[in-house]
């Protein structure tokens, strides 16, 4: 694939995943399925194995929403939504070489998704982004974890759709 084509995809894939920001700040509802949508944004550049220009159009996405107006936006796709197709195909090529199995690779994803809950709870409570929710980490944390596990496993699944639907297109 020649650099041309891999900068304008990457800038197809920002524009796309910049407007799910967008409407993330602007709609009142269904904000977890636009962070998850625009994360899919990022899955296209992964299918033809793209791992740089994927990391750059998370950042330029990350900014996007950042300049909607929004801190939070950047903090939370920035640091959960937009990076987890990243681990999911980093882990993807680990696994089978250096990491035995599944469950090993969902624990590593599973650290690394608690660690960023905490920074992400600590940047909102330290930045006081939200000053009527008070509730407990260890019970966010919980529910979140579950969540991800269901939420990981989807992942996977619209990767792989991603991954024929583009592999189909461009060659």
């Known amino acids: ?3 041309s084509k891999k900068i304008a995809l990457s800038c197809i894939c920002a524009a796309l995943g910049g407007v799910c920001l967008i409407f993330f700040v602007l709609v009142p509802y269904g904000k977890l399925s636009l962070l998850a949508l625009a994360s899919v944004c990022v899955m296209p550049l992964l299918s033809k194995n793209l791992k740089g220009y994927a990391c750059l159009t998370e950042i330029a996405i990350s900014l996007i929403g950042l300049f909607s107006g929004r ?3 950047l903090i939370i796709f920035g640091l959960l939504f937009g990076i987890h ?3 999911n195909a980093l882990v993807k090529n680990w696994q ?4 035995p199995n599944y469950a090993v690779c969902l624990a590593i994803k599973l650290i690394y998704v608690n660690i960023m809950m ?3 709870f600590f940047l ?5 982004l ?3 929710i008070t509730a407990e980490y260890h019970i966010i944390a919980i529910i979140a974890s ?3 596990i269901v939420y990981d496993f989807i992942m996977q699944r619209v990767q792989l759709m991603v991954d024929r639907y583009v592999n189909r297109i461009i060659k």
């Open 146 to 148: 579950l969540l991800f």
């Open 85 to 87: 197709p990243i681990i």
């Open 118 to 120: 905490y920074v992400i």
């Open 124 to 128: 909102i409570s330290a930045l006081d």
């Open 1 to 3: 694939m020649k650099t």
């Open 71 to 73: 801190i939070e936006v």
């Open 130 to 132: 939200f000053p009527d």
């Open 96 to 99: 089978g070489k250096s990491i």
